[in-house]
């Protein structure tokens, strides 16, 4: 069992930078891939970063490939989303989610999932 709690988000205007933070608790969850995910009104939940259990190298959408990193830390149990460049698109409220699967992109992957932090991006 996995429990994930997610912080950091907030209101920054177009072009700021923003970090996300995804808290894990549960004594497997360095053999987790972890993902966020945004959904924005509206719209589906959409795909934004992951990382395996092992590697420091992420996957990411091609909506946010050179403005966002994913990282992760297992000694901490936290999984990080650095976002840089933000853009008015990138509103959203941002889910951290954890999969036995790694490079998992879709939702139905991912067997835990926190409570979401909203990102609001104001022009």
């Known amino acids: 069992q996995v429990q994930l709690v997610e912080s950091g988000g907030g209101l920054v205007q177009a072009g700021d930078s923003l970090r996300l933070s995804c808290a894990a608790s549960?004594?497997?969850?360095?053999?987790?891939?972890v993902a966020w995910f945004r959904q924005a009104p509206g719209k589906e939940r959409e795909f934004v970063a992951t990382?395996?259990?092992?590697?420091?190298?992420?996957v990411y959408a091609n909506s946010v490939k050179g403005r966002f990193t994913i990282s992760r830390d297992n000694a901490k149990n936290t999984v990080s989303l650095q976002m840089n460049s933000l853009k008015l698109e990138d509103t959203a409220v941002y889910y951290c989610?954890?999969?036995?699967?790694?490079?998992?992109?879709?939702?139905?992957?991912?067997?835990?999932w926190g409570q979401g932090t909203q990102v609001t991006v104001s022009s």
């Open positions: 990382i395996g259990w092992t590697t420091s190298t992420g």
């Open positions: 989610a954890a999969s036995r699967l790694v490079r998992a992109t879709a939702p139905a992957a991912y067997d835990y």
């Open positions: 549960g004594r497997s969850f360095n053999t987790y891939a």
